[in-house]
C-alpha cells in the first residue's frame, strides 16, 4: 500500500467539549436529537499546513488536529489525536455552500488526508468550491497520534522474503512464525490500543469530527473499505447523512476471512485477463499467443525468481506483491508486461526491480499501515484460529486461484494469532432517517468483488448502484467521464441515476502506452490509485 507524499500533522487543537456530557449520547448509544449537542463541539481550529519540501502547492490545504476518546464507551477517558486537513468552499455558507464533504481512501490504514487534494482537484468546480473538502488520518494512521508501528520496516520487508507459497510444512512453518511474531510485537507493544482499533471505532470518531465541525449533517464519499466504514457510520448515525457516495464496495455480510476468500477468486479473474490481454499482444511481448503459454510464461518466471532473484532482491515474493497492482488497474499492464517480456526473453532484470522499487517495495508507512490494516481487521469480527483451517481452505482455493491465495492468507495470517479475539461486526442496515445514495462499482473489480456491492445496494434497497463494466477499482475521477457525471450531478444536486444504470468499460490499454512515472496527479487510474495509497504491497 503506497504511502503519497502529502501534507504532514498540523497544529495541534483540543477540541472543546469532546469528552463533555455534550457528547457523550452520540458517541455511546448512536445518534442524540439535542440541537445543543450537535452545536457544542463546534471547535475545530484549523491553520496553514506545513509545507512539503519539493511539493508546490496547487491549492490551499489547511490543517487541525481533533481529540476523540480511545474508548468510547468511556468518553471523558483517555484520548488520542486525529489529524484533518481541509480546502475550504470558494461558495460561502448561505450562498450555495454544500457544507462539508468527509473522504476517506479505504484500507483500513490509509491515511485519508492524502486523497485530499486529488479529489478536490479532480471533481469540477462547480462541485468542488461548494463543500468543504476534508480528509482524515483515521486512529493510529499517518499524521494522528499515536501512528502504529509494531517492527522495524527495513527489516521486516528486506528482499528478498521467503516465497509465500509453502512447499512443505518446514517452509509453512517459518511463515507461521513470522505471522505470529509480527502478532506478539504489535501486541506486546500497543496492548492498550489494539482493542480499540475497530470499524466502529472509527465511525464514531467520525461523527466527533462532524460535531467539532460545527455541522449537523455531513456528506461522505469512500472508496474501497472506505464503503464499509460509510455504511456503519450510516448504520450508527443515519440521519448524520446528508449525501453518501460509496466507490468500489465492500461486501458488508463477508467481515472479514470470508471476503478475502472471495478476493482470492476475484484476483484470479482478473489475473488471468491480464494473461489474455499480454496473449492478444503477443507481437509485441512474445510471452505467448494463448492463455495457457502465458500462464506457463508467468509461473515460469516465478519460480526461477526463487532461486535468481532479479538484481539480488525480486523474488516470487515481491513479484506476487507488485503484480497485484495489475489487479487493481489496466494501466500498468503495458509497462508490467514490458518489463515482464524483457526478462524471460532478454534476461534484463531492469524493468523488473523497477516496477518493484515503484510499486512493491514498502517503507514505514507501510508498515504504518499494515499494522493498522490488521488491528482493524482482527478486531472487528472473528477469525480461525486454528491453522489447520486457515490450512485446509487455502489448499483448497489455491487449486482454483493461484494467484493470490497463498500471499493473501500469510498478509492476514497474524489474525489467527492477533492478542486482542475478534468481535461482533456492526450489522450494517437501513433507516428510514438514511436518504438514498450512491454505489459505484466496476462488474470485474479484483479487490472488492461485485458480488459485494449487491449486496450493500440489497441492504439499502433505496440506494442506486451503478454499474461500469470494465474491472478497475475506483472508478470515479479516473477518466471515467460516465461514472463522473453520476457522482457530480449527486453530490451537487443529490439526483440519483435510474435504477440499472450503467457504464461501459474503457476501452483495454494499447501495449505502446506504458505508464507514466510522473506526477500522481494526472487523470487517470494511476492517479487516484496513487491518492488511495494502493500502488504498492500485496492487498
Given at each position: 500500500?503506497?504511502r503519497v507524499a502529502g501534507v504532514v500533522a498540523g497544529v495541534a487543537v483540543l477540541v472543546a467539549g469532546v469528552g463533555s456530557a455534550s457528547g ?516
Open positions: 500500500m503506497k457523550t449520547a452520540g458517541a455511546v448509544a448512536g445518534e442524540t436529537t439535542s440541537a445543543g449537542v450537535r452545536q457544542a463541539q463546534a471547535a475545530v481550529a484549523w491553520a496553514a499546513c506545513p509545507k512539503v519540501a519539493g511539493k508546490a502547492a496547487s491549492v490551499t490545504l489547511e490543517c487541525a488536529t481533533v481529540r476523540v476518546p480511545l474508548d468510547h464507551k468511556r468518553p471523558r477517558g483517555q484520548s488520542i489525536k486525529l489529524a484533518l486537513n481541509r480546502i475550504k468552499a470558494k461558495v460561502p455558507r448561505g450562498g450555495g455552500h454544500l457544507g462539508t464533504l468527509l473522504i476517506n481512501p479505504g484500507g483500513p490504514g490509509s491515511p485519508g488526508r492524502a486523497l485530499t487534494e486529488y479529489v478536490a482537484t479532480s471533481l469540477p468546480a462547480e462541485v468542488s468550491e461548494r463543500y468543504d473538502i476534508v480528509g482524515f488520518d483515521p486512529r493510529g494512521v499517518g499524521g494522528s497520534e499515536p501512528a502504529v508501528h509494531c517492527v522495524d520496516a527495513e527489516t521486516y520487508y528486506k528482499a528478498p522474503r521467503l516465497d509465500q507459497i509453502p512447499r512443505n510444512r518446514a517452509h509453512e512453518k517459518a511463515l507461521l512464525a513470522r505471522a505470529a511474531g509480527y502478532a506478539k510485537r504489535c501486541g506486546d507493544q500497543w496492548s492498550w490500543l489494539l482493542p480499540h482499533l475497530t470499524t466502529e471505532n472509527s465511525a464514531r470518531d467520525m461523527d466527533r469530527i462532524r460535531a467539532a465541525l460545527g455541522e449537523e449533517k455531513i456528506s461522505y464519499f469512500g472508496y474501497s473499505y472506505g464503503t464499509y466504514l460509510g455504511a456503519v457510520y450510516a448504520t450508527l448515525f443515519p440521519s448524520r447523512i446528508k449525501r453518501l457516495v460509496m466507490d468500489s464496495t465492500v461486501d458488508p455480510g463477508g467481515v472479514w476471512y470470508a471476503s478475502n476468500l472471495k478476493q482470492d477468486r476475484s484476483f484470479e479473474r482478473r489475473h488471468r485477463q491480464f494473461l489474455a490481454w499480454t496473449a492478444r499482444h503477443n507481437d509485441v511481448y512474445k510471452l505467448g499467443s494463448t492463455v495457457k503459454q502465458t500462464s506457463f510464461a508467468f509461473y515460469a518466471m516465478r519460480d526461477r525468481l526463487r532461486s535468481h532473484p532479479a538484481g539480488g532482491v525480486v523474488g516470487p515474493s515481491e513479484l506476487d506483491d507488485t503484480f497485484t497492482l495489475a489487479g487493481y488497474t489496466d494501466k500498468v499492464w503495458p509497462s508490467f508486461a514490458q518489463a515482464w517480456s524483457s526478462y524471460v526473453r532478454d534476461g534484463d532484470v531492469t524493468g523488473l526491480t523497477d516496477v518493484y522499487t515503484r510499486h512493491g517495495k514498502n517503507d514505514a508507512a507501510d508498515e504504518n499501515g499494515y499494522a493498522v490494516y490488521l488491528g482493524v481487521e482482527c478486531s472487528d469480527a472473528r477469525w480461525p484460529r486454528k491453522w489447520d483451517k486457515w490450512r485446509t481452505d487455502m489448499t483448497r482455493m489455491h487449486r482454483k486461484a493461484p494467484f493470490l491465495t497463498w500471499p493473501n492468507a500469510w498478509y492476514n495470517a497474524p489474525c489467527a494469532f492477533w492478542p486482542v479475539r475478534g468481535g461482533t461486526p456492526v450489522q450494517v442496515h437501513d433507516s428510514p432517517k438514511l436518504p438514498p445514495f450512491l454505489i459505484l462499482q466496476s462488474k470485474d473489480d479484483a479487490a472488492t468483488p461485485y458480488q459485494g456491492a449487491l449486496e450493500m445496494a440489497e441492504r439499502f434497497p433505496r440506494a442506486k448502484l451503478v454499474v461500469d463494466q470494465g474491472g478497475n477499482h475506483g472508478v470515479t475521477l479516473s477518466g471515467n467521464t460516465c461514472m463522473d457525471r453520476h457522482l457530480v450531478t449527486y453530490l451537487r444536486d443529490g439526483t440519483l441515476p435510474r435504477t440499472g444504470a450503467a457504464c461501459a468499460a474503457a476501452a483495454d490499454p494499447k501495449p505502446a502506452a506504458h505508464m507514466a512515472s510522473g506526477s500522481s496527479r494526472a487523470p487517470d487510474l494511476l492517479g487516484l490509485l496513487g491518492a488511495l495509497n494502493l500502488l504498492k504491497g500485496a492487498r
